[in-house]
């Protein structure tokens, strides 16, 4: 299976800060990187696919991107709302993997 | 709007089966595969299966192969999910979730709410 490594576990961090999350997969995945958002006691909510792709309704502020196996999420201008669970997820091969999830706490 | 709705809590005592249901609505139900994943407190999302709610044709993961059972209620709009011989390590919330299949990868669009399987005697 791929495995997928996101870093950090967590971060703490103050509204209308920049937040950067991280996810590196084992192999070469291409683009097949999916970005969800998961609040407490909520099913995961899809924010970017494939790669770069903003899921409709989702906020401009959420940006993702590659540079070989890594792949970035970028939240600009931390609104209260967006302290939560980020998780990504490859689709490259079967099974789809995810990684281990980043916290994102209020400073 | 696209719902997924499923069935509530479930508590199963070792090697017994629970089957969750994931009721859906707001769209071509046969238009989309069905996914189910499940998250362990403090664990990883984990990827069991998927299921072609236009076919009936399924595919699971190795770790759940023999133990796993997805299928469809078509006319009913429903996928469910049993799990068999069930131990402690299968306590989860289980989510369905729709999957979306495009050229440039598949993804999970839309998740039912979740259930909880807590496994106990």
């Known amino acids: 299976d791929i495995q997928m490594t996101q870093s950090p576990s967590s971060l703490s961090a103050s509204v209308g800060d920049r937040v950067t999350i991280t996810c590196r997969a084992s192999?070469?995945?291409?683009?097949?990187l999916n970005w969800y958002q998961q609040k407490p006691g909520k099913a995961p909510s899809l924010l970017i696919f494939?790669?770069?792709g903003l899921q409709s309704g989702v906020p401009s502020r959420f940006t993702g991107s590659r540079s070989g196996t890594d792949f970035t999420l970028t939240i600009d201008s931390l609104h209260p709302e967006d302290f939560a669970t980020y998780f990504c997820?490859?689709?490259?091969?079967?099974?789809?993997?995810f990684g281990q999830g980043t916290r994102v706490e209020i400073k | 709007q696209v719902h997924l709705v499923q069935s509530g809590a479930e508590v199963g005592k070792p090697g017994a089966s629970v089957k969750v249901s994931c009721k859906a609505s707001?769209?071509?139900?046969?238009?989309?595969?069905i996914h189910w994943v499940r998250q362990a407190p403090g664990q990883r999302l984990e990827w069991m299966g998927w299921?072609?709610?236009?076919?009936?044709?399924?595919r699971y993961s190795q770790r759940f192969q023999g133990r796993l059972s997805i299928s469809t209620d078509t006319s009913a709009g429903t996928p469910y999910m049993e799990l068999s011989s069930l131990r402690s390590e299968d306590s989860a919330v289980y989510y369905c979730?729709?999957?979306?299949?495009?050229?440039?990868?598949?993804?999970?669009?839309?998740w039912g709410q979740g259930t909880l399987v807590t496994v106990s005697s």
């Open positions: 979730a729709r999957g979306l299949v495009t050229a440039w990868g598949d993804y999970f669009d839309y």
């Open positions: 192999h070469n995945i291409n683009n097949y």
């Open positions: 997820q490859q689709s490259f091969k079967t099974p789809p993997t």
């Open positions: 299921i072609s709610t236009d076919t009936g044709n399924t």
């Open positions: 707001g769209y071509t139900f046969t238009g989309f595969f």
């Open positions: 494939a790669a770069s």
